[in-house]
């Protein structure tokens, strides 16, 4: 069926997605928000009309549009809606924490991340969980695998994320070549095995800091190419100070993996 003049890029993504296989099992997707009141109802919709037994967990941040009071009505109309209320904004790798360890506790046997924006587009979901249910433990929605797409994003942004996931690769050595991607699933036992509490960062640069800890650890991965459309409703998240913290983080990581005596040196200018 051709897409008529009033369709929208998520049903015309929708159809055109190959038929998923049904997989066993329960799959929760977190989705942290900030003013995002535009776009919530939509996504739930699209999240839950996916095949398989997939539940939605809204974190919110106390979001001044009324983003959470919308996502607790949402919920008493769909058992399969959940939400967490968080004082302010804390920042997103501490709300992917949140939604992990309530993810654990509930016997979620998948637990997948996405943005609130349509960035990411909920059709490209089951072939995420569809993986992560062959065995592989983490699966990354990629733009920089063959078949992955950027849409609308600016040059500036595009180099931004092209330069960080760079700099993973050279000194963190991370395979995942889309490693600062938010669309993931998680196998349960990834996120049993590694110590969330430990983990420094708090905004974006966690997702490259868990991508880096599921390698150490051992886990597989694998990446399913997505079109990442840049957000056209509301305000992008990413701030100067997240794009610093995210290179303190690459930094910070690769010093620790150095003996101390090289540390030493490197300051020292040996």
């Known amino acids: 069926m051709l897409p008529t003049a009033d369709t929208s890029p998520e049903e015309t993504a929708l159809r055109s997605q190959p038929p998923a296989r049904i997989w066993a099992g329960q799959a929760l997707v977190i989705v942290p928000t900030y003013n995002e009141r535009e776009n919530l109802v939509r996504l739930v919709l699209a999240l839950r009309a996916q095949p398989g037994d997939i539940h939605v967990l809204v974190v919110d941040d106390n979001s001044p549009d009324g983003t959470g009071v919308l996502a607790d009505a949402i919920a008493v109309a769909d058992a399969g809606v959940h939400v967490l209320h968080r004082a302010g904004k804390l920042g997103l790798g501490t709300a992917y924490k949140a939604g992990f360890n309530y993810g654990l506790a509930n016997g979620f046997d998948y637990l997948c991340t996405m943005d609130a924006d349509f960035s990411h587009n ?125 290179f303190y983080t690459l930094i910070r990581l690769r010093t620790s993996r150095l003996p101390w005596e090289r540390i030493v040196a490197l300051y020292k200018g040996e």
């Open 122 to 246: 909920p059709a490209s979901l089951p072939a995420l969980i569809d993986m992560a249910a062959m065995g592989v433990d983490l699966v990354v929605g990629s733009r920089y695998v063959p078949g992955g797409r950027v849409v609308g994003s600016t040059r500036t942004r595009q180099w931004i994320s092209y330069g960080a996931n760079s700099l993973a690769h050279s000194m963190l050595r991370v395979s995942i070549r889309d490693c600062t991607a938010g669309f993931r699933c998680y196998r349960r036992r990834v996120l049993e095995t590694i110590d969330l509490d430990a983990i420094f960062s708090s905004g974006y640069s966690f997702l490259t800091e868990m991508a880096y800890l599921c390698q150490q650890a051992g886990f597989t991965s694998g990446e399913v190419p997505i079109t990442f459309t840049n957000r056209t409703e509301g305000a992008s998240k990413i701030s100067r100070t997240e794009i610093i913290k995210a």
